[in-house]
């Protein structure tokens, strides 16, 4: 999904459809971790992986030291969600999404097809075909290719993880209706990077987004973080996934239903 001049959006080679990663027959893999599976509406609807807590609003600093709330030891090497779900990647610019869900999202060992929408692979693709204009003024072409992309992977029935800046409220009420509708449930992974990291990693990968669109995203990031700490999900989402650097870097599997 996409906020404004920060994250762009997914689609294939041509711009107008989403990469389809199919099931992968063979041995399963090595473990790397704890497998977790998140349930669909049963338990609870926040599940905290981060390492650490963050420092208490009284100032006690000793609160970092101390591990999250619920959270695994070690931190889970594989999420598993219900077979045809919806996981949306969110966090801000910067802070690991689209190499998480590289690493991550393969289709091995789910129940089915999984669609891989990612707002990088289409930025770049996009660049290199209009690489003489600035992003701006092809931005609404890259913008109308990924809605299509992500509404025919939705229509598909497979299951989907897309990625999201976070910053577009609307665009999750919708998917939570749509999936509502066609009996599937919505999930959302949440980075929870500071936005110190998540501007090295800009720049690490040589694109910043503007002072004013990564305020926006920070804000819109803290919120949903926020609710999340407070035990609430964005309305429609089945489940929050919390995850910071360390947690997120241990996972290096997101199936859905089977085994692996």
Request: hydrophobic share 35%.
């Amino acid at each position: 999904m996409h906020g404004h001049g920060g994250c762009a959006t997914p689609g294939t080679a041509d711009g107008t459809a989403d990469r389809l990663v199919p099931r992968q027959p063979g041995a399963p893999r090595t473990a790397r971790g704890p497998v977790l599976a998140v349930p669909d509406s049963a338990g609870p609807p926040v599940l905290d992986l981060r390492t650490r807590r963050p420092a208490a609003a009284d100032g006690d600093v000793a609160a970092a030291d101390r591990p999250a709330a619920g959270h695994t030891v070690p931190p889970p090497g594989e999420l598993r969600f219900p077979e045809h779900a919806v996981v949306i990647v969110s966090g801000l610019p910067g802070s690991g999404k689209s190499t998480l869900i590289k690493r991550a999202v393969d289709g091995a060992g789910s129940a089915g097809p999984v669609h891989r929408l990612d707002s990088q692979d289409a930025r770049e693709r996009w660049a290199r075909k209009l690489s003489r204009l600035p992003y701006g003024l092809y931005r609404p072409l890259v913008r109308t290719a990924h809605y299509t992309a992500l509404w025919r992977a939705l229509r598909s029935g497979g299951s989907v993880v897309v990625h999201d800046c976070g910053s577009l409220s609307w665009v999750r009420r919708r998917l939570a209706r749509l999936t509502r509708r066609s009996g599937r449930s919505l999930h959302l992974l949440l980075l929870d990077v500071p936005a110190q990291d998540a501007l090295a990693g800009q720049a690490a990968r040589g694109r910043r987004v503007s002072r004013y669109a990564f305020g926006r995203h920070v804000r819109s990031v803290s919120r949903l973080i926020s609710g999340a700490e407070r035990g609430s999900p964005p309305r429609g989402c089945a489940s929050v996934v919390l995850l910071d650097r360390r947690s997120a870097d241990a996972l290096h599997a997101i199936g859905f239903g089977g085994t692996r």
